[in-house]
């Protein structure tokens, strides 16, 4: 099994950056896809950035310019920047790897972290 935690959420200023970390332990990520994935009260779940076990990158249109997702499979570790935070931000983020062979579907999720864009 994969496991992955988040750390690096909090409060924030509008205009402020936060970079959100997601560590994962029990299998090299080094094949796998990485996405962040946020959730506001009584909204869906939506796909914030994912990365390519390529390091092919893909962003909401929302954040376009203002976060970048980032992978270092030497520390088994994915990050999140995010520029110029602004309240509609606010939620909670999710980690998630994605893997798939021709059999199933691999897919973990964190157990999230909060951020809150706030003055």
């Known amino acids: 099994q994969v496991q992955l935690v988040e750390s690096g959420g909090g409060l924030v200023q509008p205009g402020g950056s936060l970079r959100l970390s997601c560590a994962a332990s029990?299998?090299?990520?080094?094949?796998?896809?990485m996405g962040w994935y946020r959730q506001a009260p009584g909204k869906q779940r939506d796909m914030v950035a994912t990365?390519?076990?390529?390091?092919?990158?893909y962003y909401a249109d929302s954040v376009k310019g203002r976060f970048t997702i980032s992978r270092d499979d030497a520390k088994n570790t994915v990050y999140l920047q995010m520029n110029s935070l602004k309240a509609e931000d606010t939620a909670v983020y999710y980690c998630?790897?994605?893997?798939?062979?021709?059999?199933?579907?691999?897919?973990?999720w964190g157990q999230g972290t909060q951020v809150t864009v706030s003055s």
């Open positions: 990365i390519t076990s390529g390091n092919s990158t």
């Open positions: 998630n790897a994605l893997y798939m062979d021709l059999w199933r579907k691999y897919d973990y």
């Open positions: 029990g299998s090299d990520l080094s094949a796998y896809a």
